[in-house]
């Protein structure tokens, strides 16, 4: 019984596509991110959703579109993708922000390569 | 701003010896601070986080985490390593004053051999 469930886990597209890597977390949580793992292993957050509002937006490109239709679920959308998209992402939720000091938890991740 | 250093990409040891993984960090309030593992081709395991009270912090998988205000630390320990904990470790942290975000450390490879 996934917490945070992400799909697909891996996708191979080519440049210029647009593809949605979908994301539902069944743990009740008020909050949403998407973050994003380069090929270093770096992660940066990419956005995060409170009640289905946006609260951080991390200097992505216009091109990432995340669209939250309620709290449970927390879609990306990338428009013309790129080689340098090449990367996981992943999706996460915590209740609230770090007030509670609250614990944020990850999806699996989605393997994204772009050819 | 606020920001984590994991000062070692590597961390090398055999099994049934302790493993230690730093942390330092840098916020303008108080922490919270957290340790996140991941197994190859995996997501993000939550470990443990300290967020007030006793400094030394107990959580999954036998790992502790011991939180120094003065020395900005939180590393990550185990008194004695097993080969199942060769992974990526992650160390973030949240600041209070900025409620959203998790920074995250650059990870350290954990490596234990048999």
């Known amino acids: 019984d996934t917490a945070v469930s992400q799909t697909p886990k891996y996708l191979v597209t080519q440049m210029g596509n647009d593809k949605s890597i979908k994301c539902e977390q069944n743990l009740g949580h008020d909050t949403m991110y998407w973050y994003k793992q380069d090929s270093k292993k770096f992660l940066k957050i990419m956005f995060s959703y409170n009640n289905k509002e946006l609260i951080i937006n991390e200097t992505v490109p216009n091109r990432f579109s995340p669209k939250s239709p309620d709290k449970a679920h927390l879609n990306l959308h990338i428009n013309s993708l790129e080689l340098g998209d090449s990367a996981v992402y992943f999706c996460?939720?915590?209740?609230?922000?770090?007030?509670?000091?609250?614990?944020?938890?990850f999806g699996e991740g989605s393997w994204l390569t772009v050819v | 701003a606020q920001s984590v250093a994991q000062p070692e990409d590597q961390v090398n040891v055999a099994e049934g010896n302790p493993l230690t993984v730093k942390c330092t960090y840098s916020?303008?309030?108080?922490?919270?601070l957290f340790w996140y593992v991941q197994y190859p081709n995996r997501g993000l395991q939550f470990l443990l986080k300290y967020i007030t009270g006793d400094n030394l912090v107990k959580g999954s998988y036998g790992f502790e985490a011991e939180f120094n205000k003065s020395q900005t630390s939180f590393h990550l320990k185990k008194p004695s390593a097993l080969v199942s904990d060769s992974a990526l470790y992650f160390c973030a942290v949240r600041d209070r004053l900025n409620d959203y975000k998790l920074s995250f450390g650059a990870g350290t490879t954990v490596t234990v051999r048999a």
């Open positions: 996460a939720s915590s209740q609230g922000g770090a007030i509670s000091g609250n614990t944020i938890y």
């Open positions: 916020v303008s309030g108080n922490p919270y």
